[in-house]
């Protein structure tokens, strides 16, 4: 199936601090990427659809200003964490929509792992 | 009332043992339905999608009831490789993805 990495796959930061996590479509290009978050023996909740060149959607609760989303390229999707805390501690997972699988597929990175001191 | 409820476990079984697991949906409107299959502290991975009609991988059978908004899962022939949550997900709009929280499985010798 097709590859979406994610990088890096954990960081520890300091509270206040900004941290950036990159999401990459390897051998497709996706149009549309998401990103989850997933706090501990919770589902995953989609945080915001990101288009390619154009500004991302966010869902209902979620932040815009805090969680930076850059959709630059066709294989690259970005999100900032800005300022974070420790209650953004949790784990964030990226998916893109495409590849061989049809339009119905959403296939998933491996997750970053934040835990903000 | 959550958009998919699923139950959350443990179900502990032996090896060999047939189990299922049922998820039920909310939203009428949904589209496309899917199970995956998530292990600990990693990424969901697809195991199937679930159609009206049914379908079947291996050990694995998955049904679709429109009318009931009801979704199931039958392992049979369990394996400790099995052992892992199991999650059900359905897609309500435009490739927006609902996940449950998953019900865990644990496979025992």
């Known amino acids: 199936g097709a590859v979406v990495s994610q990088h890096p796959s954990w960081v520890i930061c300091k509270s206040g601090t900004s941290v950036k996590i990159e999401c990459r479509s390897l051998?497709?290009?996706?149009?549309?990427m998401f990103w989850y978050r997933q706090f501990p023996k919770q589902s995953l909740m989609l945080m915001a659809t990101?288009?390619?060149?154009?500004?991302?959607?966010?869902e209902q609760g979620v932040e815009k200003d805090k969680f930076l989303i850059n959709h630059a390229s066709l294989t690259l999707s970005t999100l900032t964490v800005t300022s974070a805390h420790p209650e953004d501690s949790s784990f964030y997972i990226c998916?893109?929509?495409?590849?061989?699988?049809?339009?119905?597929?959403?296939?998933f990175g491996p997750g970053t792992r934040l835990t903000v001191l | 009332r959550k958009e998919v409820e699923q139950d959350p476990g443990p179900f502990n079984v032996p090896e060999g043992a047939t189990v299922a697991f049922n998820c039920t949906y909310s939203?009428?409107?949904?589209?496309?339905f899917f199970w995956y299959r998530q292990d600990c502290r990693k990424e969901p991975k697809l195991l199937m999608s679930?159609?009206?009609s049914g379908n079947e991988d291996g050990r694995f059978t998955a049904q679709l009831n429109r009318a009931s908004q009801y979704i199931s899962l039958l392992i049979r022939d369990s394996k400790l490789s099995d052992s892992a949550t199991y999650l059900c997900?359905?897609?309500?709009?435009?490739?927006?993805?609902?996940f449950g929280t998953g019900t865990r499985l644990l496979v025992s010798p």
């Open positions: 998916s893109a929509h495409g590849g061989r699988g049809g339009t119905d597929t959403q296939y």
């Open positions: 051998d497709f290009q996706a149009t549309t």
């Open positions: 990101s288009n390619e060149g154009s500004k991302a959607t966010y």
């Open positions: 939203n009428s409107a949904s589209q496309s």
């Open positions: 679930v159609y009206s």
């Open positions: 997900v359905v897609n309500i709009s435009f490739q927006k993805l609902v």
